[in-house]
């Protein structure tokens, strides 16, 4: 039975030591959380680091993992020094500052990365202990980047998938990493790569088109033979727990005992864990201006802060704790009265129901991170809202702000907007405060924990289901020795070639895709055969084919079917006129002008754009730009744009490769072989009898019958290898 593989950096427990007793208790993260609901649901079990030291404990690490895994949970003993290494270090002193933007905390250690390489190796290998090909393995997190390519190696059949839940940096941050390549190569590994956002997702494919040189579509990529997904899945919550909870008796009599203390005083609620990605200096800067500019608001309103002890040994997070502190005393020395004190400050963890009566007491929830991935704070918060009232401020930072429009939405580095702001939710109505928690309730319990997992899942299937039907098409060996068998017993044959991406690799410059030697030789073998017409089909102009094949004794179909040579002359299939070209080469001149790198290449009937040389990012701009403008333009101009490999093309409609095979057609060959490997040889293959062998060079969508990988690095390999094999039957 196939069984799901949850594995994070810390298994979803906290266990401690009371009474010379283990005790294990669940963990209160994001993560753990969301994933504890969904996990019973499913046949699973969860593989993460112990994080504690066996030595630590009275039981031996035998005992301690027979205990775990009564509860499906399967720990990751480390090193010490590897866990200062792999989670002080690499995962939360380079990786978590930098992909919150903050490069100026970010630090690059190379020992901190061999180790960090070394911490994923042995999740890998604790993993592979209980997973079959079969199994679902769901990856979380920054911490194991490199883990989905390592398991992709050993089982390369497994669904894998990788959700992220801290941001992905733009392009420009990312960059900085040294090992930025490595680091995308192990995401990659995965079948569904998941974040929050689709700003994240932009960030990420981005990342992977400069670095990698992998172009997507919708979301799809192609690397080597397999394919694989990004896409935004926004985490959700359990709403109906948090629902129960907000109502279960316990929670109402805290809630209580915690209203007489502060009679007539409404409460702004703050909950975070320690870190300088929270906002929490900006948010009391701005509890404090509000003070300062609304003088009647004093004595009637105070900020409940809880924060959540982390990382206390780093410098970084004590001169954090310091700064929080000395505002806290600040704001507290300026303001306070007998009576009434403005912040509540809190620095501790509290249990899921004493948050839920935090929930319920305070009037608003100010959530204000400079940068987070999600934030669940201000959805458990709506939700735990039972009586419809209250208000939510939150950071366009969080990735939640996507979610809660209704919520009122701020700069958190303005801090003048947050204190109007907090001034704006003091003063809400309570009929428009219903209203926004209202609407925002629906969407929560819509799109909770439960809806994030099965859309999650089903776009998992359906990556799958491409990647089969794409195995389906690719060239076996199987299928590979019945075209050439049926090759050998034909008695009439006829070979269709395109030429570049095809013969050859593409170049910088259109000139330097010249044939080889090897090339040549195969096609004058292949000329000498009887009952065999070779054509060589392509978007080329003609001199060049003419130069390149003018003395081989075949066929040449050159800018996608204007031009054929059969014997020693050249023929034009249609008569056109090109008054067309005037104007629209003006207007490839100007998008040359304005991305370095591009040129343009005339043939007798048609224009192209070559992008190849030019930057990525800028070229992918000017392409869509071009494509927007030649379509309003051309529409009644009787004019076809195609976009290739790094090139867009301006031709005559009139004018395509299906057109010009159509004329062999005619002919009854019991033979047929079509190859090529853009949009302009779809034409071609559209046009083809079912008998025809045809074959996509990449493995994109197609209406050719099988595809190839893109390879060019011997007669073995690709459509040479067909070629050679031909040439020597």
């Known amino acids: 039975m196939e069984k799901t593989i949850i594995v994070s950096n810390r298994l979803p427990v906290s266990i401690s030591k009371k009474d010379n007793h283990t005790i294990f208790t669940s963990s209160p993260g994001g993560l753990a959380t969301g994933m504890a609901s969904v996990s019973k649901s499913m046949n699973s079990i969860w593989i993460g680091w112990a994080g504690f030291h066996p030595e630590d404990f009275s039981e031996k690490q035998d005992e301690l993992k027979s205990k775990l895994s009564d509860q499906n949970l399967f720990p990751i003993f480390l090193e010490k020094d590897d866990v200062e290494q792999f989670y002080e270090g690499f995962s939360n002193t380079t990786l978590w500052p930098l992909f919150h933007y903050f490069p100026k905390y970010t630090s690059c250690h190379e020992e901190q990365w061999e180790v960090y390489k070394k911490v994923n190796q042995t999740f890998c290998d604790e993993i592979l202990k209980h997973a079959n090909e079969d199994d679902f393995i769901w990856i979380h997190d920054y911490h194991l980047l490199l883990l989905p390519g390592l398991l992709r190696e050993k089982l390369p059949k497994a669904k894998i998938a990788f959700f992220q839940h801290i941001p992905f940096p733009s392009y420009e941050i990312f960059r900085i990493l040294p090992w930025r390549e490595e680091i995308l190569k192990g995401i990659i590994g995965a079948d569904l790569i998941g974040f929050h956002t689709n700003d994240d997702v932009k960030h990420f494919l981005t990342s992977v088109q400069r670095i990698l040189g992998l172009e997507n579509k919708m979301g799809v990529i192609r690397s080597e033979d397999r394919l694989f997904k990004v896409d935004a899945f926004p985490l959700g919550i359990d709403y109906d727990k948090f629902q129960e909870l907000a109502l279960a008796k316990t929670t109402e009599r805290q809630v209580g005992l915690y209203r007489k203390q502060f009679h007539d005083v409404k409460l702004i609620l703050s909950i975070d864990r320690l870190d300088y990605s929270k906002g929490i200096p900006e948010r009391l800067k701005a509890f404090d201006y509000f003070l300062e500019k609304n003088p009647e608001f004093r004595e009637k309103v105070s900020l409940l802060m809880i924060v959540v002890p982390s990382r206390e040994k780093v410098q970084l997070y004590k001169n954090l704790k310091t700064e929080i502190d000395e505002l806290v005393g600040n704001i507290t020395s300026k303001y306070r009265t007998v009576n009434w004190n403005p912040v509540l400050y809190f620095y501790r963890a509290y249990p899921l129901q004493s948050l839920s009566a935090f929930y319920n007491l305070c009037d608003v929830a100010l959530i204000t991170p400079l940068r987070d991935g999600m934030n669940l704070v201000c959805k458990e918060y709506v939700a735990s809202r039972h009586d419809g009232t209250g208000s939510l401020i939150l950071s366009e930072m969080a990735g939640a702000a996507k979610e809660l429009s209704e919520a009122i939405i701020i700069n958190p580095y303005n801090i003048q ?43 998992l299937e359906e990556i799958k289901q491409k990647q089969a039907e794409m195995a389906m098409k690719k060239v076996s060996k199987q299928i590979r020795d019945k075209i050439v068998t049926d090759f050998i017993s034909a008695q009439k044959r006829i070979l269709f070639l395109d030429y570049d991406g095809t013969l050859v690799s593409f170049q910088n410059r259109p000139e330097q895709a010249s044939p080889d030697e090897e090339l040549k030789d195969m096609i004058r073998k292949l000329c000498e055969i009887s009952n065999l017409t070779v054509v060589i089909i392509s978007g080329r102009d003609k001199a060049t084919l003419e130069k390149w094949f003018g003395n081989f004794k075949l066929d040449i179909v050159a800018e996608h079917g204007f031009w054929i040579k059969k014997g020693r002359k050249w023929k034009a299939m249609i008569q056109l006129q090109n008054e067309w070209k005037i104007q629209l080469l003006e207007i490839l001149t100007r998008f040359v002008g304005k991305t370095p790198g591009s040129f343009i290449e005339e043939k007798d009937h048609s224009l192209v754009w070559h992008y190849r040389k030019a930057d990525t990012d800028l070229s992918n701009t000017r392409k869509k730009e071009l494509l927007d403008y030649l379509q309003y333009l051309t529409t009644n101009m009787g004019l076809s744009v195609l976009e290739g490999n790094k090139v867009v093309e301006i031709k005559s409609s009139l004018i395509n490769k299906g057109r010009a095979v159509k004329r062999y057609l005619k002919s009854n060959y019991d033979f047929i072989f079509a190859a090529g490997d853009d949009w302009t040889d779809e034409d071609m293959f559209k046009v083809m009898p079912e008998h025809a062998h045809t074959i996509k060079i990449g493995y994109s969508l197609s209406a050719a019958k099988y595809s190839m990988p893109e390879h060019f690095r011997g007669t073995d390999i690709g459509i040479r290898g067909f070629l050679a094999e031909f040439a020597s039957s």
């Open 417 to 459: 907007e947050s204190a109007e702001a907090i001034k704006t939710a003091l003063c809400l109505p309570f009929d428009e405060q219903k209203r926004r928690i209202s609407d925002m309730q629906l969407l929560l319990k819509k799109y909770d924990v439960i809806n994030w997992t099965t859309v999650f899942l089903n776009s």
